[in-house]
């Protein structure tokens, strides 16, 4: 019989998968539930079907096994079972701090603190709700209750916890962004929120350097008119100034070292927690807020089922305070995990794999990163095995596609005993829709699988849902974890036309995706930028994955831009390793590998040299905004240069698109021969 399917790359150990969490809580499922596929810990379509065809079933069952401790039980599991506007566990009230706290033991390590010079110290459980406990009085002292706004402009450090679940603890809504914000971009966010109470660190760690963000705090403090009270966190050692400040200003040391017993406010389950933003490369950033509730619930499932996240294990997952990993990060001591925390360049100059020394320092046993990091580690040949890998069970990867390329990589430099587990999801519902369990097997460039309770599909374009052809990502029913609504969005218009105006009553993500017959989900790229070449679809990421594999190349960007005269323009920009020279010959070879390794009818029209590649905050590829910019639109009307990592970039797309309407050949334009400004060192290449 001939099988259309590859054998899986990975395949879980049968005892180690028989001992996971999820396994676990399938034979409770089977026990309490009646679920058969709890029977039989292998049967993860099974587990996965029963997830998605009885939501109140298979939610109120994850409430249950992880004993939610409510102040008042819920009514119903699903009062209203639509898209948008789904109710769930009316009734119930709880506060998503205390789950946080709650399984921490006194002495127990709950956070280990760690930066790129190596050094760290670590917070047991006794001292962090002790924190918590003293930042919480002080914003009850502020006036701080449920409902108000606290915001943080802060590094990957314990202090952006500890605010976090004290703001929480009080029914008080909390949003984060990194201090790689200038000012100006972090007020576009916070001042939508209007906040009462605003905490900024002095600085933080990248790349050998302590960055001051004093005078950056400073100013976005003044932008912030509503605030009550300012907290200055001493995390890079640098004085304050002593200077006014729009508001009331308290040391992080008096803030934090005060003796109080934590209360923690019960909210409805619907009860905002969090605002996080979009990347805001188009107008202001969008605030998705998320609620106690359905974080709690979304974040358990993740982190413990999926995960296998819980007391004994440690995760490290680089982030920064912007991107939703971080609050998975925070998550993690949901499931009575120590989490660790990180500041600094994920590959500095001096010690490139300071991450895989860390991990092994430290016996981490889930490890995150992203495909670039895990692409950038094998084209410089860092090595990470001269490293004591073997507490790590799983390498979590997400922020884009994770090409095959990368899987035999990981096996032969980091270790033949690891599941690589390439997840797709969010920052709308802060969590997955598909990657790995331990019971799943892993096929090299595919996600094993959607998650529990994620009813996820490929829809063509009449909507029909498809096997083993690229569709467009949807969610057919509702999770506990999509947004309440969006920030200042009082009708709900901007939300239901995020999301649900191509399809009603379903979630349409903007990712192209297939689900194969074998259960698994490939991720192609974006749907608003995919490739259509005559009526042929393939996805930005198959083209990436191939070119990005060879030497030569560092990164690259394909975009394919419809012209005015009905016209078709592909063009694939490269930014080439140091030394070499972008020739005859060496299109030729990215051509050939394009023909052979993604789609012939795919080839670009014209590859061309460019000094960068321009990327969202966290590491997204900026192909839309890029194609608008070829196309004519003005930088102004198409991306915000705020969000934009490098945002010096756009004015040479936008000059290389306004010299091909000129008529001159994009080969000749401004960005040709730019290549030798691309240096050649992971700390520039690795994100």
Not at 22 to 46: E, K, L, M, P, S
Not at 633 to 656: C, F, I, K, M, S
């Given at each position: 019989?001939?099988?259309?399917?590859?054998?899986?790359?990975?395949?879980?150990?049968?005892?180690?998968?028989?001992?996971?969490?999820?396994?676990?809580?399938?034979?409770?499922?089977?026990?309490?539930?009646?679920?058969?596929?709890?029977?039989?810990?292998?049967?993860?379509?099974?587990?996965?079907?029963?997830?998605?065809?009885?939501?109140?079933?298979?939610?109120?069952?994850?409430?249950?096994?992880?004993?939610?401790?409510?102040?008042?039980?819920?009514?119903?599991?699903?009062?209203?079972?639509?898209?948008?506007?789904?109710?769930?566990?009316?009734?119930?009230?709880?506060?998503?701090?205390?789950?946080?706290?709650?399984?921490?033991?006194?002495?127990?390590?709950?956070?280990?603190?760690?930066?790129?010079?190596?050094?760290?110290?670590?917070?047991?459980?006794?001292?962090?709700?002790?924190?918590?406990?003293?930042?919480?009085?002080?914003?009850?002292?502020?006036?701080?209750?449920?409902?108000?706004?606290?915001?943080?402009?802060?590094?990957?450090?314990?202090?952006?916890?500890?605010?976090?679940?004290?703001?929480?603890?009080?029914?008080?809504?909390?949003?984060?962004?990194?201090?790689?914000?200038?000012?100006?971009?972090?007020?576009?966010?916070?001042?939508?929120?209007?906040?009462?109470?605003?905490?900024?660190?002095?600085?933080?760690?990248?790349?050998?350097?302590?960055?001051?963000?004093?005078?950056?705090?400073?100013?976005?403090?003044?932008?912030?008119?509503?605030?009550?009270a300012t907290v200055l966190v001493d995390h890079v050692g640098l004085p304050w100034p002593s200077r006014a400040y729009p508001s009331l200003v308290i040391p992080w040391e008096d803030a934090a070292t005060r003796a109080e017993e934590l209360v923690c406010t019960a909210v409805?389950?619907?009860?905002?927690?969090?605002?996080?933003?979009?990347?805001?490369?188009?107008?202001?950033?969008?605030?998705?807020?998320?609620?106690?509730?359905?974080?709690?619930?979304?974040?358990?499932?993740?982190?413990?089922?999926?995960?296998?996240?819980?007391?004994?294990?440690?995760?490290?997952?680089?982030?920064?305070?912007?991107?939703?990993?971080?609050?998975?990060?925070?998550?993690?001591?949901?499931?009575?995990?120590?989490?660790?925390?990180?500041?600094?360049?994920?590959?500095?100059?001096?010690?490139?794999?300071?991450?895989?020394?860390?991990?092994?320092?430290?016996?981490?046993?889930?490890?995150?990163?992203?495909?670039?990091?895990?692409?950038?580690?094998?084209?410089?040949?860092?090595?990470?095995?001269?490293?004591?890998?073997?507490?790590?069970?799983?390498?979590?990867?997400?922020?884009?596609?994770?090409?095959?390329?990368?899987?035999?990589?990981?096996?032969?430099?980091?270790?033949?005993?690891?599941?690589?587990?390439?997840?797709?999801?969010?920052?709308?519902?802060?969590?997955?829709?598909?990657?790995?369990?331990?019971?799943?097997?892993?096929?090299?460039?595919?996600?094993?699988?959607?998650?529990?309770?994620?009813?996820?599909?490929?829809?063509?374009?009449?909507?029909?849902?498809?096997?083993?052809?690229?569709?467009?990502?949807?969610?057919?029913?509702?999770?506990?974890?999509?947004?309440?609504?969006?920030?200042?969005?009082?009708?709900?218009?901007r939300y239901h036309d995020a999301y649900f105006s191509a399809y009603p009553g379903v979630w349409r993500h903007g990712d192209w995706i297939t689900v194969t017959g074998h259960g698994s989900v490939i991720v192609h790229g974006r749907s608003d930028s995919t490739l259509n070449?005559?009526?042929?679809?393939?996805?930005?990421?198959?083209?990436?994955?191939?070119?990005?594999?060879?030497?030569?190349?560092?990164?690259?960007?394909?975009?394919?831009?419809?012209?005015?005269?009905?016209?078709?323009?592909?063009?694939?920009?490269?930014?080439?390793?140091?030394?070499?020279?972008?020739?005859?010959?060496?299109?030729?070879?990215?051509?050939?590998?394009?023909?052979?390794?993604?789609?012939?009818?795919?080839?670009?029209?014209?590859?061309?040299?460019?000094?960068?590649?321009?990327?969202?905050?966290?590491?997204?590829?900026?192909?839309?905004?890029?194609?608008?910019?070829?196309?004519?639109?003005?930088?102004?009307?198409?991306?915000?240069?705020?969000?934009?990592?490098?945002?010096?970039?756009?004015?040479?797309?936008?000059?290389?698109?306004?010299?091909?309407?000129?008529?001159?050949?994009?080969?000749?334009?401004?960005?040709?021969?730019?290549?030798?400004?691309?240096?050649?060192?992971?700390?520039?290449?690795?994100?």
């Amino acid at each position: 019989m001939n099988t259309p399917y590859p054998a899986p790359f990975f395949t879980p150990d049968p005892e180690a998968a028989a001992a996971g969490r999820i396994a676990d809580f399938g034979r409770w499922a089977a026990r309490h539930r009646g679920v058969a596929a709890g029977a039989d810990h292998g049967d993860y379509t099974a587990l996965h079907r029963w997830s998605v065809t009885d939501l109140e079933g298979f939610w109120s069952a994850v409430w249950e096994y992880f004993e939610i401790d409510a102040d008042t039980p819920y009514e119903r599991v699903l009062a209203e079972d639509r898209m948008p506007g789904a109710r769930w566990f009316p009734g119930a009230t709880l506060n998503y701090a205390h789950h946080a706290l709650r399984p921490l033991t006194d002495d127990g390590v709950a956070i280990v603190a760690l930066d790129e010079t190596g050094s760290g110290y670590e917070v047991t459980g006794d001292r962090l709700r002790a924190q918590v406990a003293s930042v919480a009085a002080t914003l009850r002292e502020l006036g701080v209750a449920a409902g108000d706004r606290v915001v943080g402009y802060l590094p990957n450090t314990p202090h952006a916890i500890v605010a976090f679940l004290a703001a929480a603890s009080l029914g008080a809504v909390w949003s984060v962004c990194g201090q790689d914000y200038a000012p100006q971009a972090a007020a576009d966010r916070f001042a939508q929120l209007e906040p009462a109470v605003l905490i900024a660190a002095d600085g933080y760690l990248f790349n050998g350097t302590a960055h001051d963000r004093r005078e950056a705090a400073l100013e976005l403090a003044r932008a912030l008119p509503s605030l009550k009270a300012t907290v200055l966190v001493d995390h890079v050692g640098l004085p304050w100034p002593s200077r006014a400040y729009p508001s009331l200003v308290i040391p992080w040391e008096d803030a934090a070292t005060r003796a109080e017993e934590l209360v923690c406010t019960a909210v409805p389950f619907d009860h905002p927690l969090w605002v996080v933003f979009s990347s805001g490369t188009t107008g202001l950033p969008k605030g998705i807020v998320h609620g106690h509730g359905g974080a709690l619930l979304e974040h358990l499932k993740t982190l413990a089922l999926h995960s296998d996240l819980g007391p004994g294990d440690r995760l490290l997952w680089y982030t920064t305070t912007h991107w939703m990993m971080w609050n998975l990060v925070a998550s993690t001591l949901l499931t009575g995990a120590t989490t660790c925390t990180y500041d600094g360049s994920p590959a500095p100059l001096t010690r490139p794999d300071v991450l895989w020394e860390l991990a092994a320092r430290h016996r981490v046993t889930v490890f995150g990163t992203s495909p670039q990091y895990l692409l950038g580690m094998a084209k410089f040949g860092i090595d990470p095995s001269v490293h004591d890998l073997s507490s790590i069970r799983v390498i979590g990867c997400t922020g884009s596609a994770l090409p095959a390329s990368a899987y035999p990589w990981v096996r032969d430099h980091v270790g033949e005993h690891i599941q690589l587990a390439s997840v797709s999801g969010g920052t709308d519902v802060v969590s997955g829709f598909a990657g790995s369990s331990p019971t799943t097997p892993v096929w090299a460039g595919e996600l094993s699988a959607p998650h529990l309770g994620v009813a996820l599909a490929a829809y063509d374009e009449e909507g029909r849902p498809v096997v083993d052809r690229v569709g467009e990502l949807v969610v057919t029913r509702p999770m506990p974890s999509m947004p309440l609504c969006f920030w200042n969005d009082p009708d709900g218009s901007r939300y239901h036309d995020a999301y649900f105006s191509a399809y009603p009553g379903v979630w349409r993500h903007g990712d192209w995706i297939t689900v194969t017959g074998h259960g698994s989900v490939i991720v192609h790229g974006r749907s608003d930028s995919t490739l259509n070449r005559n009526g042929v679809r393939l996805g930005s990421a198959d083209i990436h994955d191939v070119v990005e594999r060879l030497p030569e190349i560092t990164e690259a960007l394909v975009i394919g831009a419809e012209e005015p005269d009905g016209g078709y323009w592909m063009p694939l920009f490269v930014v080439t390793a140091a030394d070499v020279v972008l020739d005859d010959t060496l299109r030729e070879k990215i051509k050939e590998a394009i023909r052979t390794g993604a789609s012939p009818r795919h080839v670009p029209d014209e590859i061309l040299e460019t000094p960068g590649i321009p990327h969202t905050r966290t590491g997204k590829k900026l192909e839309v905004p890029v194609k608008r910019l070829l196309q004519g639109a003005p930088v102004e009307q198409v991306v915000n240069p705020a969000a934009v990592d490098a945002p010096e970039l756009l004015d040479h797309y936008a000059r290389l698109g306004a010299d091909r309407r000129g008529g001159r050949s994009a080969e000749a334009g401004p960005l040709a021969g730019a290549a030798g400004s691309a240096p050649g060192t992971p700390a520039r290449e690795v994100r």
